[in-house]
């Protein structure tokens, strides 16, 4: 691990490397080790560590990156030379903005968010020997089922930090511990996954216990015929697929007419029962507070009751959108700390989702018993988008997919394909479950609730 | 780099190892992009580091580390031996090795242009030109364009005496124009989508991809899709191009064959097989017109699944994958060779970098071409009705590698051997073992190319991949098209 002193003197030495009008120097890295198993056998077992330092370049109107993960002097004057020699090329960029300093980067709007510690010692502490004893366990209880099990059990310790010559300096270290686990019958399978900055918020029996009733409970799977069911989705299958929309959520991405909000923000397009905001502070949230340039991360209300109401912009992206003839019709303006490294040309993204909770909300069981018929899916698999104006998605289920009738989950059954539009399904979700952390395989971590959505589109079945 | 691996062997072997081999890895990047005629990414990478692999008390253990100091890689090998140990806690049996000869080799990727010797004004230059000719057409909203170029050196030692040094070099170049009308967007992109064309060469694939001739035309069809009729729904005859095919034999075929995938060693992320061991030399994978082999030899062609040796040291080798129909052939390791009965590695142990363990990866899968002559125009002529797909813009298919669904940037109904309407968003679908066996012609020679896809996805923690795959332009026989948007 690098500390914000050590990155401070690198930086120090970098700058009087440089000769550029400004330098911005990013700094990454971390220790990371993941146990894998299968077939009940842990089969890979890695630990990495790794330090990055990325450093941008300015002159004029120019800008350009170079990275190396060496700290030699040799090392940085040559990452130095690669950054400036880009730079030096490029064509000027009149929409490049001086790099910040930490006064301008909170700007004189912006409300101050306190983001909690993300950095656990319980974490740091976890050695190969506990990530094995913490494997046997789950394979105990899939011996004990007769299951067979695969998954991961990972640790890390991260941090990132940016300096730039203008004054501005950020840090943020955090830690990660994430278990998925996968169990498997002859011909059904559960699963269950989940990831906190705490290991002690783990709890790999529970999730093991629940992923092996999944695999026993879809035993012996039925085929229902292709068509729109009522389907519960639990909040990991609700992630993978509403990730499929947050990189429109850019200035960016309205300026270069790629968006699915193009003529869309001001308006309703979903349900009343659907409110999105950006918050990196929220108590399950991770990652750091302040984008690629620096600047700290606002809270955007994206979706209130249905309405897009704001996209996250770069500082450059915000100052493009005020001058645009779209100006008037993308609602709220601001620089909102959700930038790239410069530099890009995709500009921004909220990382930070977070659903908000309805009045009544429901739990799993509860919605299920509300269900005459439908279809209680607990994950998605290999969803990709078909068109990108409706935002049509494709997937699959996986993993313990079922039939319920008169309010009780009946069966297993076999997978579907779906073919699904973002606008339709947000637009038909009857209930919802109080928010949860959750984490997926398609999309980033979110906290997002299970949702009850109607006349929900499976287009063919596969063959288990 | 010799005493690099020196020292991390000697460390490992003085802690009880039965095998230890080290990776030290040297890596380069340039990244230009371009958007609607300003420069977006420019960027320069270089990231150095070693790996240690080794096996314990029967078990494994991976570590890596950035530093190469002395003091940072016997630490780095001490941790691998830690983790194998731990590794060993929940084992059923002793991982096993095929044998195979230590080679002491040098192989370094052919080329005639050096990329890194071409400068960024040109490159960037190149790429202004392409999106100048792209926003010329009305319509065009949105123009994007690539340049990527790779350098990886790897020095491979094992504790059995291999000693390898190999480099790799890779080009990639593309672009796409956009067109947004009314509530939809429609796309073309060249030579192939998702970030262009990608083989291991130097940056004569730049010249000969003639990125600007084409860049009018592209244009041009992406702002003609939108006056285009929606792609029919229903059973039709398909004609795949050599690109869409490209992609189609890398999900339905290269995955499936993986063979940790089929042992279950990927069930938890990238999902496992239809196909079984029992399967091998017995099933019909497809038609007669259907050989697919597994070749990353040079002799093969500059694939991005082209190399000299493997990550664990194993020569480049070609494996009959599915011979005129009957599945033929896996992809192996030396691990998991025993467990179909093979002596040998196959030769498809590859990591990403120095930080990644090797796994299982495609090399170059690809469909051979028909031995007689046969042209996509020749092809068509024959074909009474059929909608030809072209270029990819969405591809998904289930965990275990059956049910697929694929949307192509662009299509044509052919009627009576003629190409008589544009049609847009066409999509199709099917069964994996179904859709091979109705293949009923393959262009020949003439029409294959040998296509890179750069960021195949795999493994916890995940890593990217290049793979090649070589196709020429095919037909097959009542498909499901238009499931997609079927409603």
Known sequence: MLKREQAGDIFDRIRKLSTADEVEVHFSGGDFALTRFANNTIHQNVAEENRVVSVRTVFGERTARATTNKFDDDSLRQVVKSSESLAKVQHPDPDLLPVPDAKEALGSERESILVPSRHFEETTNITPEIRAHGVKRIVHVADHHKLTTAGVFSTAESFEGIFNSRGLSQWHIQTLAEISISMMAGDSSGWQKANFPNVANLDPMKLAETAAQKALDSAHPRELPAGKYTVILEPSAVLDMVGFMFFDYSGVAILDQRSFLTGRIGKKIFGDNITITDDVSHPLQTGSPFDGEGVPRCRVPLVEKGVVKRVVYARSTAARMRKSELRDTVGRIESTGHGFPLPNEIGEMPLNIVFASTDQPRTIEEMIRSTAKGVLVTRFWYIREVEPFEKMLTGMTRDGTFLIENGRVQCGIRNFRFNESLLHMLSNVESMSMPSRSSGEESFDMVVPAMKVNDFNFTEVTKF | ?487
């Open chain 2, 1 to 487: 780099m010799k005493h690099v691996a020196n020292w991390a062997l000697n460390a490992a072997s003085a802690r009880g190892t039965s095998y230890a081999d080290v990776r030290v890895v040297a890596q380069r990047n340039r990244a230009l992009a371009t958007k609607n005629g300003k420069v977006g990414s420019a960027s320069d990478a270089e990231s150095v580091g070693m790996s240690v692999r080794v096996i314990v008390d029967g078990a494994w253990g991976f570590a890596a580390s950035s530093e190469l100091g002395r003091g940072a890689v016997e630490a780095t090998a001490a941790r691998a031996v830690e983790v194998a140990r731990a590794s060993a806690r929940v084992k059923r049996g002793d991982v096993r090795l095929a044998p195979e000869k230590p080679a002491v080799a040098e192989w370094s990727t052919p080329y005639e242009i050096d990329p890194f010797s071409i400068s960024v004004e040109q490159n960037i230059d190149l790429l202004l030109r392409i999106d100048t000719e792209l926003r010329a057409v009305s319509g065009i909203t949105l123009a994007e364009t690539n340049l990527n170029f790779n350098r990886e050196e790897q020095w491979f030692t094992s504790s059995e005496g291999a000693d390898i040094h190999q480099t790799k070099l890779s080009t990639g170049a593309g672009y796409a124009a956009y067109a947004f009308a009314g509530n939809e967007i429609q796309k073309r992109s060249y030579p192939n989508s998702f970030g262009g064309q990608w083989q291991n060469k130097g940056y004569e694939l730049v010249h000969e991809l003639k990125l600007l001739k084409n860049a009018r035309r592209i244009a041009e069809e992406a702002v003609a899709l939108h006056k285009a009729d929606q792609c029919p729904e229903g059973t039709f005859n398909l004609i795949l191009d050599s690109s869409q095919l490209g992609l189609q034999i890398h999900e339905s075929i290269g995955h499936p064959i993986e063979l940790d995938r089929v042992l279950g060693m990927e069930a938890n992320f990238a999902g496992t097989s239809f196909l079984t061991l029992d399967k091998l030399r017995k099933m019909r994978y497809g038609s007669d017109f259907v050989n697919v082999v597994a070749d990353a030899t040079q002799q093969h062609g500059p694939g991005l699944g082209t190399f000299g040796f493997d990550d664990e040291g194993v020569a480049a080798q070609c494996t009959p994958i599915i011979t005129n129909g009957l599945f033929t052939g896996y992809l192996s390791s030396r691990e998991t060779a025993h467990t179909i009965g093979e002596k040998r590695s196959g030769g498809t142990l590859r990591a990403e970098g120095w930080n990644r363990l090797p796994m299982i990866r495609m090399t170059n899968i690809s469909i051979l071409p028909g031995k007689k002559p046969l042209s996509l125009a020749e092809l068509i002529a024959s074909t009474d009705h059929a909608i030809l797909m072209q270029t990819n813009r969405s591809w998904s298919i289930d965990d275990k590698r059956y049910n697929f669904q694929f949307g192509c940037e662009i299509g044509w109904e052919i009627k009576n051997g003629k190409c008589v309407r544009m049609v847009k968003n066409p999509s199709y679908s099917g069964i994996t073992t179904e859709f091979w066996n109705s293949m009923d012609a393959i262009c020949s020679r003439d029409e294959w190319t040998l296509w890179g896809t750069p960021n195949c996805g795999k493994g916890q923690p995940q890593q990217v991949m290049g793979t090649g795959h070589g196709a020429s332009p095919a037909r097959f026989r009542k498909i499901k098209v238009g499931s997609a948007f079927q409603n």
